[in-house]
């Protein structure tokens, strides 16, 4: 089992930043591929970025790239999401999430693990 908390999420204006963590516990972190996901009102859980094992591979969803960075501290069990230029488009709540297959994940079906999601709210 992995547990997952995210933090840092909150009311921003537009252009500000935010960052938001996920730390970790229970089984092997460092051996897990993760993603930050962020689903809106009325809108599906999609996509923002996922990271491998050892952060040498990272996927952005087009909406985020040049925006946001994914990283990861395996020392820590942290896996963080820096958010700059924010929108209002970027309001939704985000989840991170451990997944237990090899490479770089990008369908919310190949992870297995979610945290209970952080509110990021920008406003215009």
């Known amino acids: 089992q992995v547990q997952l908390v995210e933090s840092g999420g909150g009311l921003v204006q537009a252009g500000g930043s935010l960052r938001l963590s996920c730390a970790a516990s229970?089984?092997?972190?460092?051996?897990?591929?993760m993603g930050w996901f962020r689903q809106a009102p009325g809108k599906e859980r999609e996509i923002v970025a996922a990271?491998?094992?050892?952060?040498?591979?990272?996927y952005y969803a087009d909406s985020v790239k040049g925006r946001f960075t994914i990283s990861r501290d395996n020392s820590e069990n942290t896996v963080y999401l820096q958010m700059n230029s924010l929108k209002p488009e970027d309001t939704a709540v985000y989840y991170c999430?451990?997944?237990?297959?090899?490479?770089?994940?990008?369908?919310?079906?190949?992870?297995?693990?979610w945290g209970q999601g952080t509110q990021v709210t920008v406003s215009s």
């Open positions: 999430a451990a997944g237990l297959r090899v490479g770089l994940p990008r369908n919310e079906i190949e992870y297995d693990y």
């Open positions: 229970g089984r092997t972190f460092r051996s897990y591929p």
């Open positions: 990271i491998t094992w050892n952060g040498g591979g990272t």
